[in-house]
């Protein structure tokens, strides 16, 4: 099966600058990466995703990036706010397999 | 709302008990999954139906079980339960089969505690 590996665990940082996550798979035949947001109490929600075609996608402060020799991914967030305050998670599904491995997730604090 | 409905939202059982945890999925989503969240875990996948089929299994437990019933909303039952079994358990919907393009859509969860 899938092994997703995800770094930092935690990671703390000052409103207004970047946070950055990265996180490797294992099965080259992965082809869809999606990053999920998860806050205190609540599910994780999707935030972003991408295809294996795509080296990179943005939605305005967030930004993801897909090096597929390396089999690793990237969850780039820009300009922080104390909002971005929250566990997140990457994940990636085999080829031909219908569950998402996640990774262990990583505790972002957004320091005011 | 995400769409996904969980419920009961908090469950205090004590250990050896028998407890029902139910998921609506999101309206035109088939494929239902189920994971569990425990203390500073991440999320390791139970099991997963499709349109009323079994489609695959984690690290489930023998004495946890689901199905997936007509009306496409889902049931996981976890017997003789007891102290690591508390948790967090999430169902998760999507559309797509085999490849859950589009990714999933999880509930607020259900919160259980063995005592």
């Known amino acids: 099966g899938e092994n997703v590996e995800q770094h930092p665990s935690t990671l703390s940082v000052q409103e207004g600058d970047s946070a950055v996550i990265k996180c490797t798979y294992s099965?080259?035949?992965?082809?869809?990466f999606p990053w999920y947001k998860q806050e205190l109490g609540k599910g994780p929600q999707l935030i972003i995703d991408?295809?294996?075609?795509?080296g990179e996608k943005k939605d305005q402060r967030i930004a993801v990036t897909l090096n597929k020799t390396a089999k690793h991914f990237s969850l780039h967030i820009t300009e922080t706010q104390p909002e971005d305050s929250a566990v997140y998670f990457c994940?990636?599904?085999?080829?031909?397999?219908?569950?998402?491995?996640f990774g262990a997730g990583t505790t972002v604090t957004v320091r005011a | 709302d995400s769409g996904v409905t969980q419920t009961p939202k908090h469950l205090i059982t004590a250990t050896g008990q028998r407890v029902t945890l139910r998921c609506s999925p999101r309206?035109?989503?088939?494929?239902v999954y189920w994971y569990q969240q425990s203390l500073d875990q991440g999320l390791q996948f139970l099991i997963q139906?499709?349109?009323?089929?079994?489609?695959a299994k984690g690290n489930i437990l023998e004495r946890f079980s689901a199905q997936q019933f007509p009306d496409l909303h889902s049931e996981l039952n976890l017997s003789s339960l007891e102290l690591g079994d508390s948790a967090l358990y999430f169902c998760?919907?999507?559309?797509?089969?085999?490849?859950?393009?589009?990714?999933?859509?999880f509930g607020s969860g259900t919160r259980l505690t063995v005592v």
């Open positions: 998760a919907s999507s559309v797509g089969d085999p490849n859950p393009v589009g990714g999933y859509t």
């Open positions: 099965d080259s035949a992965s082809n869809y």
């Open positions: 991408i295809r294996s075609n795509v």
């Open positions: 994940a990636a599904p085999p080829l031909n397999d219908y569950k998402l491995s």
């Open positions: 309206s035109g989503d088939l494929s």
């Open positions: 139906y499709y349109n009323g089929e079994e489609r």
